[in-house]
């Protein structure tokens, strides 16, 4: 035995030592499951520690890639699964019993399970054995991400036969993810992403108390089973201080809540995608620092060092990364774990009054947030009333006024934004990522032979016994294996509970919502608003709508709630609309403008079926405007297809906007510019 410093780790022998790197993954899929299974493989070998699995939005709501509405998604930003033949694809040469596999799917979680399970089962692994994570937190996908199916108590209620399913039958499984990722993206503070989290696990773990399936030390192990998948941003000390707040929280609120005695199973294990939502299109090589920066805010503090840290790639802001930049962030990972002496030392801030403070105050700001929530009846009643996401939009509403005014610094969006052009864009791609067609045909074609080789019986009788589950209140995870390994279809499933669940639509949040921008601007534009009012014998019409698949509403909403400001007449009713009913919207409303919000890369099919819908409707009239992201060589074919303004990422200026499609209308009312001129 050594003798000991402070500043060194020691192992159990006395040894000096350093901490294993946590496990190192890049978040994947696209195309296809045999073009990703490619891409899995080479990340594995390049040196990849996990998997993490992205599905297509057809796969994470529900639908089968033949579905009409699944047309302009299939592969854009994730893997299409449809059938066991497809998981099985996926997984080829890949050892499941050796992987540690996390699946980014939360209204389909239970199927993307049954089928993982039944591929294992098929090859003969040792279910025991498999290790990893379905995010499956529906409560998340109501207040922020979109991929939702079932109202909030069925939703739960799959959740909680997850969690009895897996403690034993896969003990090394975790069946959820208490996930604050996405509450970040949409606006969250850090007090407000721990609180909103906890909540959730706590209204969770007293669900499962309630059904009574546990007894007292497999509920406890249940709570070890608890896992969480959180943000890190550009604030990286703040957030470091926000996962110390997390740990502490966590280890009080199980003792005095359920009076968890075991020390192991009330450790904070949680693993990390650092935050998207502040790249940027305009200077994209500024993103590849931000990436590092904000992986420092959960790697620095040992006590609150990560499980596992995926990181999203430096053009992310522009479209899917490649294989190449996955490579580059894999790199920056394996850099800060194995070239830097990070890993050696014991926790570096232990001690200190600054973050000591800031902890403090961060719990205290959590604390009071739970207690307003949990008084409610827990997360689901304040789903249902809309207090969160009102929460939510009010918190981005307010970034978005900081950053529009200059308060919140961008680098290269509202400062320093002259510099020279990027080299990473150049070359023929552009920097970009473009989907194979072909992909897309050849997933067609997978599920046609699919369902032309199935047991048609089989399948018939399968789809019987989960509804029956469903209805009578018996796990469905057992007969969702069972269909998994009758080659039912990802449609088929969730269409099956459909009928049985019904489908829920949550509050928007927008109602009432108000931006801080003030000033001539704002007057001026309200002035024009108003003149256009008279012209048209009508307050100016704004749809907003979400076509397609894509739930990420945090633009829209902003759009949203800015028009209003301004003076417009705004209609939004929330995301997963089809190109028709946004159109009908549209028509029976009298608008005067469509602005659609299309983050998943469908932007030309869904611009054309808008287009298209308009044109049918005798109401080419109305215009449309479109944002998204949407690279510079997509906008001149759809303003070819009829758009009439295309907004990027780099259109961060709200009044910008906001006067763009107002000029529109202007354009097409002569008599109202001129008033509108006279008056300003």
């Known amino acids: 035995m050594t003798e000991q410093t ?47 699995i992205a599905f297509d939005l057809p796969t994470q709501c529900g639908y089968s890639s033949d579905d009409a509405i699944a047309g302009p ?71 922020a991400r979109g991929t939702y199916i079932f109202p909030p108590a069925e939703s739960m209620r799959i959740i909680a036969e ?43 773990l007293d669900l499962l108390d309630q059904r009574a399936h546990f007894t007292r030390d497999q509920f406890e192990r249940a709570v070890g089973r608890i896992s969480f998948f959180v943000n890190s941003g550009i604030r990286f000390i703040e957030e470091m201080c926000k996962m110390r707040a997390f740990v502490e929280l966590w280890d009080e609120l199980l003792v005095e809540r359920y009076g968890v005695e075991n020390e192991k199973y009330r450790r904070f294990r949680y693993g990390v995608q650092v935050n998207s ?55 920056l990972q394996q850099i800060l774990a194995y070239e830097t002496d990070l890993l050696e030392y014991p926790d570096l801030f232990d001690g200190s009054p600054v973050i000591e403070s800031k902890v403090a105050e961060l719990k205290a700001g959590a604390r009071e947030e739970i207690a307003r929530i949990m008084d409610m009846g827990g997360v689901i009643p304040a789903i249902e009333s809309g207090y969160m996401k009102s929460a939510l939009v009010r918190s981005m509403s307010e970034r978005v006024s900081r950053i529009n ?41 997978n599920l046609e032979r699919t369902k032309a080789e199935r047991d048609p019986t089989r399948v018939a009788a399968a789809l019987e016994a989960l509804q029956q589950a469903a209805r009578d209140g018996t796990s469905m995870m057992e007969p969702s294996i069972e269909c998994a390994l009758a080659r039912v279809t990802t449609g088929e499933w969730a269409g099956a509970l459909r009928d049985v669940f019904g489908e829920y639509r949550p509050a928007t949040g927008v109602e009432g919502q108000q931006l801080s921008l003030a000033g001539d601007r704002v007057d001026a534009l309200r002035n024009r608003l108003d003149v256009l009012t008279e012209a048209l014998g009508h307050r100016p019409r704004l749809v907003v709508g979400k076509p397609g698949l894509d739930g990420h509403s945090n633009g829209a909403e902003v759009i949203a709630v800015s028009a209003r400001h301004v003076g417009f007449d705004v209609i939004y009713s929330g995301i997963r609309l ?68 295309v907004f990027t990422p780099a259109d961060y200026e709200l009044l910008d ?16 510019a001129a008033a509108a001129g006279a008056v300003s």
Request: glycine share 8%.
């Open 578 to 645: 089809s190109a028709d009913e946004i159109v009908t919207s549209a028509v029976e409303e009298g608008a005067d403008v469509i602005g659609a919000s299309v983050l998943s890369g469908s932007h030309l099919a869904l611009a054309e079926q808008i287009i298209d819908g308009l044109r049918q409707n005798a109401a080419e009239h109305i215009q449309v405007v479109l944002g998204g992201i949407v690279p510079e060589s997509d906008v001149d074919k759809l303003q070819s297809l009829g758009v009439r303004q």
């Open 277 to 331: 939502l502040g790249l940027t299109e305009t200077q994209p090589e500024n993103n590849a620092w931000r990436i590092l920066i904000e992986a420092l805010g959960v790697t620095l503090s040992r006590k609150a060092r990560c499980r596992a840290l995926q990181l999203p790639a430096w053009n992310e802001a522009l479209s899917l990364p490649r294989p190449w930049d996955q490579q580059w962030s894999l790199r």
């Open 73 to 143: 998604e299939i592969g854009k930003v994730g893997v299409p699964i449809n059938s066991l033949d497809d998981m099985e694809m996926l997984f080829d040469g890949i050892p499941l019993e050796q992987m540690n596999t996390s699946m980014t799917i939360n209204g389909t979680a239970m199927w993307l399970l049954a089928l993982y399970v039944a591929v294992a089962r098929e090859r003969g692994d040792d279910v025991t054995k498999l290790t990893g994570t379905t995010q499956n937190d529906l409560v998340k996908e109501y207040l």
């Open 405 to 445: 005014t200059g308060d919140q610094v961008i680098v290269g969006v509202n400062k320093w934004t002259e510099g020279l052009p990027s080299p990473l864009l150049g070359g023929e791609d552009g920097g970009l990522f473009t989907l194979d067609e072909a992909a897309i045909r050849d997933t067609l074609a």
């Open 657 to 672: 906007i906001m006067e763009s499609i107002v000029g529109l209308l202007e354009a097409d009312s002569p008599a109202a």
């Open 162 to 204: 997850m969690y009895e399913f897996c403690l034993d039958a896969m003990p090394k499984w975790n069946a959820s993810n208490i996930c604050s990722y996405h509450l970040q993206e949409a606006g969250a503070t850090p007090a407000q992403e721990l609180a909103f989290a906890l909540a959730n696990a706590l209204s969770l």
């Open 6 to 52: 402070a500043h060194r780790l020691y192992d159990t022998d006395g040894d000096p030592t350093r901490d294993r790197p946590w496990i190192i993954r890049t978040y994947a899929g696209h195309s296809s499951p045999s073009a990703s299974n490619a891409l899995y493989r080479k990340n594995l070998a390049a040196g990849q520690t996990g998997l993490s």
